[in-house]
């Protein structure tokens, strides 16, 4: 079974090569499942259900979301009929939608997506790991599902590492999102989980992290808010993290960092 | 002129990999210029001065660190009788030591190291934008150093890019440090200057951040503090990025990653 | 039912004025429960066992905690063994002591005690709201106890007053600890609830929140640790809050800042 | 030489009371210096050029802001015609406006008023206690200035008390704001300066820091935004800190406490 993560759409720029590549990734490289994080998607702030639906049928399975999950209010309504959309799993009872999908791959087979926030430098939601454990717990890989993706929505490298131990072997892939640049550690850890820190974003690198570099510059130089925030709208590399599964174990035999497009070096999957 | 700047040393494993690899990649590399950060060498927490040695013996020719500084007391001292060695430079006037050098390269030429600490989710130093701006301003690229080597060690993103932009044509590289894992996004930016949002550590990496994970999950999982963090003692990879210079403009012509030994993906610059 | 809670005890000379005072209090004032925040009595780091039945003795009925519970190591061992000691419920599960406590007054009636910690500033624990909720939906006002007492212990004002108006109407008090410096907003809420944003710390003011004021200002100057943290050793304030509850609902009737001893402003409660 | 300092007025309730009470304060009192904190006046965000204005008419010598300064855009442009508007002077250089001024007050002497913001939980300015410095020694006690108040706007009690006493014997008095909530620690320092951790909020105490409190509640228990924050409408509480000044030395003779109006108890000055 073959996975694809794709890391925080931003903007106009990261949905534009999702659309012109995805479809054509999914078929040369005979994608199972493919899951992206759309918490920037709309203009770098939330999700808008047009956007949501221009995902799934760009090849998308399941769609996770973070800290900008209701930037876009309608989300908070649209989800509820959005079944593939994910929010952090860890949001108090009583949040809209859900934290964890059992989607079906385009193989048929069963994929268990869970969306989770960590605490480090975040707003402070409920346990991550606890929260994680009681999803595994409730559909464990090989006898409920046949991969698991745990997006792990945070700032700091350590909480990221540490969920990526927590869940070894007993999820297919762990992969960070939200710092918005790619990391160089994809690695299979030894239990057998597809690991890395963060997927980056998917948008314009010449930017800081996705957004015209002007206003935030000058916000750092100058601690006075000048305008809003904007898209940067440059050519954008898709960047994400595939991973090859063993169908019995659903652990992972290969692991592959993917930049397609725009400023940074390119790189995609050998496939076995 | 060829730079290489290596990420944070994490423990023993880190400073071995160093030892074994350094001297052979400035031979065979060519290297003018070496540029190390070891907030982290001596056993995970700060630098002595024997290993501050060690590191120059190996072939450094700066030293960097960050908000590990001082936890080896012994650096509050030592600091002054160690030219080489560069702390934050905006830690409060009346700091020991230094937070910029003008040190001579291998190849004779001068290059200004400067060691920066941003703010955002760190103790708050002063305004690191104003005071790399003030050392580059008393010492520009071209006219007073053949190459400028900029080590914002900080934990968002943001604020290392937005560091980036700021140098960007003023200085050879701008590279981030501190959060241990070594980014994908190396390039060059418009105005010349060769950038990575972090170097990644150098220290084993089937760990949290370069510690022993048992430690940090703990914490993570119970709240409550166990033991003391421990480096991790497998084998290390050598973590960082090396840059070609152009030596009439002190910008960059190539920008590589580098990651030698241990569990990470391979890379090593192809020079021209 | 008369209650006096008394806010964090910060060394030895927090100690010495409960030790002193404490025992007149309780036989002048006809005290029928007396809380000590005790997370700052060990030398300002922890609590001790002796120094737990130190404040037992002098009259506590119940000693609550913080982000400081665990300074003292002895102390995630001997809490088992102290049933009146309480922890912040809300660290997570499998965590050693109790985070609330069903206590016998001296009056023989039951007070149920809980400690609880903010999340706003501070390490993140379980959510503190849904925490609380559950341990007053388990033992209800007037139903299960005859008297509630929440210490919210966290930084942000406003989280200590949301917290207040969350148990509104269905805790006897609701009284912040952490800032060590006492408010002077204690009031009854609409539903009868009596609040108070800080008790305030039972130390020397002439300190920073309760420590020899050198370290902590060469720190914010210098921005380089010199030695350890001291408490101060000045005649302390013994700081807190006295509520006079309707035996019928468990609700406040009046409330009353304390504070005696030391530089700040002295104040008594008028009992009726 | 009386003055009194008026904590962060929240929206209308807080100016009616200001409108209401302040100018037979100053009459009743004999005030020579009033200085309020303004940073929450326009609606909870903000200061505007008419509120400005208004509280000028109403007694104000002097307005401080905070991290609220720039909230209503058009500040930063008046401030430039606002010559007793005063922003942190921690900004960085180039900021609108003035962190520090000498303004005559009511009986012809010279008042130095300065505003400044600590770093602890707060967006990182520049260093405080180096500013505030260089504002004093520009400006010494006695010699330039017949009296110094300094507004130190900040989250954590310890970086407010560490302002005192860096500016003990030095300064007239230094007050704390920000918290919204009145500390009970008013006192003279060792060196004469008066000193009070927080002045409190000037608005509706029956709150959540001065907003209405079903949203800030509700963002607490579900971590969803709902509506926007709106400034509560109950009857206010004037709260602040007065000191009588010795004219010789400018330093303390007597500080008070004062809350007048509203939920709170109430409380005003004894003057000699
Ligand atoms: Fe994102
Ligand atoms: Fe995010
Ligand atoms: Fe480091
Ligand atoms: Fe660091
Ligand atoms: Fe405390
Ligand atoms: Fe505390
Ligand atoms: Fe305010
Ligand atoms: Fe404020």
């Given at each position: ?132 454990e ?10 409920a ?19 990526g ?48 570099k002007?206003?935030?510059?000058s ?8 305008s ?10 898709l ?6 599964l063993?169908?019995?174990t659903?652990l ?21």
């Amino acid at each position: 079974m073959r996975l694809l993560f794709i890391g925080d759409i931003v903007g106009r720029a990261g949905r534009a090569i999702v659309q012109n590549k995805l479809p054509g990734l999914v078929r040369d490289w005979k994608l199972d499942l493919v899951v992206i994080n759309g918490e920037n998607a709309a203009g770098g702030f939330g999700i808008t259900e047009a956007i949501y639906h221009e995902l799934i049928d760009a090849g998308a399975d399941a769609i996770t979301l973070g800290n900008h999950s209701w930037d876009q209010r309608e989300a908070l309504v649209f989800i509820e009929r959005a079944p593939r959309l994910i929010r952090p799993v860890n949001y108090p009872k009583g949040a809209p939608g859900r934290g964890a999908a059992l989607v079906e791959a385009k193989n048929g087979k069963r994929a268990l997506v869970i969306n989770v926030m960590g605490r480090i430098f975040m707003d402070p939601l409920d346990d991550p790991f606890a929260a994680v454990e009681r999803e595994i717990a409730a559909c464990p890989l090989r006898e409920a599902a046949d991969a698991i993706v745990v997006d792990i929505h945070c700032e700091a490298s350590s909480e990221k590492q540490a969920m990526g131990y927590f869940c070894d072997g007993r999820a297919s892939l762990v992969v960070g999102t939200h710092t918005h640049v790619p990391t160089a550690d994809h690695r299979i850890m030894p239990g057998g989980t597809a690991f890395m820190t963060d997927a980056g974003m998917t948008g314009d690198y010449d930017s800081v992290i996705g957004m015209v570099k002007d206003e935030p510059l000058s916000r750092f130089l100058r601690k006075i808010p000048g305008s809003k925030f904007e898209p940067a709208a440059g050519p954008a590399t898709l960047s994400g993290v595939a991973v090859e599964l063993d169908d019995k174990t659903g652990l992972a035999v290969t692991v592959s960092a993917v930049r397609i497009g725009g400023l940074l070096e390119q790189t995609a999957p050998q496939w076995g």
